[in-house]
């Protein structure tokens, strides 16, 4: 399996929500975990320092996807499309019952802060959610990595993900929201 691509600017990954599945060929998946509930079904990749999460309910699909430049995604069922340039908010409600909420933020750390945060989140990880960490890359003693928690409730998908970039001493932070009611 290649390597990721992480010696990305920050600012230049990109933030993307579809209404329709994404074809798994589109991606290096370097780890997955499916959920299923009686409302929902989710599939989680890790896809390198970057995700792709799809909702679907019996409806409705939502993709949510964090992308470096380059990678290839279709413009057909994109909802919206955005850069990476300091904390921002979305939210969108579709029919169905359906609604999405992300908030993300870009954290800037010191060399010590980004090893302690990739040791407490690894530890968290035997726990719950997914952990992928990419040793062959690493910079200056620090490993890029990403985390993903996941809370699957009745009639909601509760994610957190973690994506460290060593070369920018810096942890891309999302919460997303998934609500079925």
Not at 18 to 46: D, G, N, S, V
Request: aromatic share 12%; proline share 6%; charged share 20%.
């Amino acid at each position: 399996m290649d390597s990721p691509r992480i010696n990305v600017a920050v600012e230049g990954l990109t933030f993307s929500l579809f209404q329709k599945p994404l074809h798994p060929e589109l991606f290096t998946i370097y780890a997955r975990r499916e959920l299923k509930t009686e409302k929902y079904e989710a599939h989680i990749w890790i896809t390198g320092c970057t995700h792709v999460i799809s909702v679907f309910t019996k409806d409705v699909c939502l993709s949510e996807v964090v992308s470096v430049p380059g990678q290839i995604l279709p413009h057909r069922g994109m909802i919206e499309r955005f850069q990476f340039r300091g904390p921002r908010s979305h939210k969108c409600t579709l029919s169905r019952g359906v609604s999405y909420m992300t908030d993300f933020q870009i954290e800037k750390m010191t060399p010590a802060l980004y090893q302690q945060s990739h040791s407490d989140l690894e530890r968290f990880a035997h726990n719950r959610g997914v952990f992928v960490k990419f040793p062959e890359l690493e910079t200056a003693g620090l490993q890029p990595f990403c985390y993903i928690d996941f809370e699957a409730r009745p009639q909601e998908l509760h994610v957190h993900t973690f994506s460290a970039y060593p070369e920018q001493v810096t942890i891309v932070k999302t919460q997303s929201l998934f609500d079925f009611h």
